[in-house]
C-alpha cells in the first residue's frame, strides 16, 4: 500500500492548483470575549484551499526545488501535528510530490483519515521523548525515514526560512483588505506567520505592534516544558522561525481560556476555530479593550471542525480538567518569562529568546 500511494502522486503535478491559494475573508468578532470587547478583525485561513499552512508548504516546496535540494517526483517528508500535513498535501500536488508524514497517537482520527484521503503516507510514534516530547519523538522517525527513503527532502518547517516567506501572501491580503492596522495578534508554533506577516505589514504600517500568544507550558518564550493539552500552538522545542525581536509582547494561554473564547464566538459571532484560534481571539479582544480606538487583528490558522471531538465537547474538558466557565477576564502580568511559571492566562513584555542571554524589554 505504501509503495502503491508514493508512486500514485504525478511527478508533474497540477500547478493550475496554486491558483486557489489564500485570498481568504476577513472577519469582524465582536462577541464577548469573555467581557465586552470593542471588536477586532480575524483572518479566516480556515476558509483557504489547503488551511493556513498551505502558503508555508507551497513555499517551501518551490524554495527547495528553486535550489535543487528537491528533485522532480521526490518525496517531502515532515512531522506534523496535522495542519501543516494538510498543506504539504495541497503543495505535494500541485508541485508533483508524494508526501510522507510523521504524527502521533495524538493526532484526531479524523484528522489521520483526511490527510490518508489526500493520499499521504502517515507514520504514527506511539510515545514521546524523555526530553523535546512528541515533537523530539517525531523527529526521530523522521531522520530515520530520511534514510530509508531514497532523494526524500525534510523541508524542516521549524527553521527553513521559505515557512516565513510563504505568509508574504496573507500580509498582501491584509494590506488589502484593512485601511489601517495598530495592534497584530499571532499565535506562535514554529513562528512562521507571524514573522512572515510582521515584516511586510510594518513596512505598511511602521508603528504596528505584534503580540505573541503561546500556550501555557511551551517553551518557545522562555517557559519550562509541560505536557500541552492544547495543538497548534506552543512548542517543546526553540524554532528558529520565530522572530524574537519583533514582538513587543508575549500573553500564554491555558486550554480553559481558549475553550471558552472559541465555544463564545462559535455560538455567538458564528466564526471560531481550535486552540489557537480561541487563545488569539482572547488575546485580541483583550488589545481591543486596552488600546482603545485602536485596530487589531489576528489569524485564525484553522476552523472548528477538527476540535469538535476537544474544544467543542463537554466530556472532552470534563475529562481533563477545563472548565471554560472558570476562565479568567485577564492576563496575569509576569515581568520576565524566567521569573513565574504561568499556568493560566499571562502577559510579559520582555520578550527573549530562550536561546540567547540578553532580552529586549518593553514597558
Ligand atoms: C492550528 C495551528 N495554529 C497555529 C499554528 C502556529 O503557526 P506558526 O507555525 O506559523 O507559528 C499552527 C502551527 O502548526 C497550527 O497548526
Not at 504524527?103 to 483526511?114: H, T, V
Not at 508603528?207 to 517543546?236: C, H, K, Y
Not at 467543542?312 to 521569573?339: L, M
Amino acid at each position: 500500500m505504501t509503495t502503491a500511494v508514493l508512486s500514485s502522486a504525478s511527478t508533474s503535478g497540477n500547478r493550475e492548483m496554486l491558483g486557489l491559494l489564500g485570498r481568504t475573508p476577513l472577519a469582524r468578532v465582536t462577541v464577548d470575549l469573555p467581557c465586552p470587547q470593542p471588536g477586532f478583525w480575524a483572518k479566516l485561513e480556515g476558509l483557504g484551499v489547503g488551511g493556513m499552512k498551505a502558503r508555508a508548504a507551497v513555499s517551501m516546496l518551490l524554495g527547495a526545488k528553486e535550489r535543487g535540494e528537491l528533485r522532480p517526483g521526490a518525496p517531502v517528508v515532515e512531522s506534523t501535528s496535522g495542519t501543516l500535513g494538510i498543506g504539504l498535501a495541497f503543495a505535494g500536488q500541485a508541485l508533483g510530490h508524494p508526501i510522507v508524514l510523521v504524527g502521533d497517537i495524538e493526532l484526531e482520527p479524523s484528522m489521520r483519515q483526511l490527510l490518508r484521503t489526500y493520499g499521504i503516507r502517515l507514520e504514527l510514534v506511539d510515545r514521546p521523548a524523555a526530553e523535546g516530547g512528541w515533537q523530539a519523538a517525531r523527529l526521530a522517525r523522521l531522520r530515520e525515514l530520511l534514510a530509508l527513503l531514497p532523494d526524500a527532502y525534510w523541508p524542516d518547517q521549524y527553521n527553513n526560512p521559505d515557512n516565513t516567506a510563504g505568509y508574504a501572501s496573507l500580509a498582501a491580503e491584509l494590506a488589502t483588505q484593512l485601511d489601517h492596522l495598530d495592534v497584530l495578534v499571532c499565535s506562535v508554533g514554529t513562528g512562521g506567520h507571524s514573522a512572515g506577516i510582521i515584516g511586510p505589514l510594518r513596512r505598511h504600517w511602521p508603528e504596528l505592534r505584534l503580540i505573541g500568544v503561546d500556550a501555557t507550558g511551551s517553551t518557545i518564550f522562555g517557559q519550562p516544558a509541560r505536557s500541552r493539552l492544547m495543538r497548534g500552538l506552543g512548542s517543546s522545542i526553540h524554532p528558529r522561525n520565530v522572530a524574537y525581536d519583533a514582538f513587543d509582547e508575549v500573553h500564554w494561554v491555558g486550554p480553559a481560556e481558549a475553550a471558552d473564547a472559541c465555544r463564545r464566538m462559535a455560538v455567538g459571532n458564528f466564526v471560531s476555530g481550535g486552540w489557537s484560534s480561541g487563545a488569539a481571539a482572547l488575546v485580541a479582544a483583550w488589545a481591543a479593550r486596552v488600546h482603545p480606538g485602536a485596530v487589531v487583528a489576528t489569524v485564525f490558522p484553522d476552523g472548528p471542525h477538527r476540535y469538535l471531538g476537544s474544544v467543542y465537547d463537554d466530556d472532552f474538558a470534563a475529562t481533563h480538567g477545563i472548565d471554560p466557565a472558570t476562565a479568567v477576564t485577564r492576563p496575569v502580568e509576569i515581568p520576565h518569562p524566567r521569573a513565574v511559571e504561568a499556568t493560566g492566562w499571562a502577559r510579559c513584555g520582555a520578550v527573549t529568546d530562550p536561546l540567547d542571554t540578553p532580552g529586549k524589554e518593553n514597558p
